[in-house]
């Protein structure tokens, strides 16, 4: 299996398992390096428990023979015989394989090979140990000068040093080095290891069980909780839905509202204009041809004249062919025309194309703005701005007046209510704020553009 196969298996599993995967490596790797170092510290023991008893067994039965060390120098013949008999004829060769005899200056006084006898090596390793006062045992393979006898018959043996000391005072006379076959050694190390193997793997093994069982109590509650979550987003999801459904019937409710209020006001222009204004203007006529009537004509005219401005301004041109510019170019122009204003006005990037319901919008709210600019601001500084984002279509109508405060004005304010209500109804915002570049008002129109209008 490569590791491309490994890494993708092991990211399709969820956390947990990713978790107890991990867990069981570290734990794995711990077990092996706890049980290395406790067969490291268990062979030690026993290595020194064997040399210990060992060393007690060997030393009731040599030390006898090597008294003589303690004055003179060199074992006597008949010293040398006993302990040939020890490792010939006792319990001990049973046990011991080879035996050898040191001086503290280092000298080989008793070996089995008789070649050794006499000759000095330097102390050093666990013969200098031995010197020093201390057991020392190890399994040695053999490798050192004086081992060529053994290497001919064995690979590697149990070997103890003893220190040997004077009776009745602790001078050490001798080192009393064996030799033994590592089988039993060897067989009860191996035996310890493994039990302490055994140990460690059940410690290992508990400990991550439980471990497994509260990952796994954990990861429940948390899979629970998620199918919880994932149960409440669906629902969200649905919610969502059924919102943006009834947020698009509520645009096309309000686009619809728009519509049918801009054919109102036309309907009643007309009205205006074809009614009432004509019933005027005839009886108008008829006042001229009496006399002492010119207070009264004068009345019906002016009141003739505001009628023809009411029905004008209630009429609005068809926006389905003009651009937005366009709109809002003409409601500017109409403005000048009817009040003899001036207007700055300044266009930078606006779509060539948008809904009916927004021309609307934008028309009329221009046509209020500047009407309230022209009574208000008697025409001073008036200035309208149109620009876009990507999403929005902005209109600011600006006059250099003296002003207004936010808290004068009236909830019953027909122009502004109307304003703002037209603004909300197409999904937008309407602001009314001082200038902050001096004296004057800003009205700031804000409409939502939908999606794909063209620039």
Not at 110 to 124: A, M
Not at 362 to 387: D, F, I, K, W
Not at 414 to 419: D, H, P
Request: hydrophobic share 45%; glycine share 8%.
């Amino acid at each position: 299996m490569s590791a491309a196969t490994v890494q993708s298996a092991i990211r399709r599993m969820s956390l947990a398992r990713r978790f107890l995967l991990a867990n069981l490596v570290v734990v794995l790797a711990a077990s092996l390096a706890v049980a290395g170092w406790v067969g490291i510290q268990l062979e030690a023991s026993v290595l020194e428990r064997t040399a210990s008893v060992t060393a007690l067994y060997i030393e009731s039965f040599v030390e006898p023979e090597i008294a003589s060390l303690a004055t003179s120098s060199a074992l006597s013949e008949a010293s040398v015989d006993g302990l040939d008999r020890l490792l010939a004829s006792t319990q001990l060769g049973e046990h011991v394989v080879s035996f050898r005899v040191w001086t503290p200056d280092g000298v080989i006084r008793y070996s089995p090979d008789r070649e050794l006898i006499g000759q000095r090596f330097e102390p050093e390793g666990g013969l200098a140990r031995a010197l020093a006062g201390t057991v020392s045992a190890e399994m040695t393979d053999l490798s050192d000068p004086e081992n060529a006898h053994e290497r001919l018959r064995w690979s590697r043996l149990f070997e103890t040093y003893v220190p040997v000391r004077e009776r009745g005072g602790g001078r050490i006379i001798a080192v009393a080095e064996f030799y033994q076959l590592p089988d039993e050694t060897d067989a009860e190390v191996a035996s310890t290891r493994l039990a302490s193997w055994a140990v460690v793997a059940i410690a290992a093994l508990f400990s991550y069980l439980v471990l497994a069982g509260i990952v796994k109590q954990g990861s429940d509650t948390i899979e629970r909780q998620q199918g919880v979550l994932r149960e409440r987003v669906a629902e969200l999801s649905r919610l969502l839905d059924q919102n943006a459904v009834l947020h698009a019937r509520l645009r096309r409710a309000a686009d619809r509202t728009t519509a049918l209020n801009e054919a109102g006001l036309r309907r009643i222009g007309s009205d205006l204009h074809d009614g009432p204004a004509q019933t005027l203007a005839l009886a108008l006529l008829r006042l001229d041809e009496l006399e002492g009537t010119d207070v009264v004509s004068d009345a019906v005219s002016g009141a003739l004249q505001d009628l023809r401005l009411i029905a004008a301004g209630l009429r609005s041109p068809s926006f389905d062919d003009m651009a937005l510019d366009e709109v809002v170019q003409r409601g500017v122009r109409e403005h000048e025309r009817r009040t003899g204003q001036q207007v700055r006005l300044s266009i930078t990037a606006v779509p060539s194309d948008a809904p009916v319901v927004t021309k609307i919008g934008l028309y009329r709210v221009l046509q209020e703005a500047l009407s309230n600019a022209g009574r208000h601001a008697l025409g001073e500084g008036m200035a309208v701005g149109l620009a876009s984002t990507d999403d929005h279509v902005c209109l600011e109508v600006r006059d250099a007046g003296r002003g207004f405060d936010p808290a004068a004005i009236r909830p019953d304010a027909l122009g502004i209510a109307g304003m703002r209500e037209r603004a909300e109804l197409l999904g937008g915002t309407l602001e009314i704020v001082r200038r902050d570049d001096g004296p004057g008002t800003v009205v700031r129109l804000t409409l939502p553009l939908p999606r794909g209008v063209a620039s």
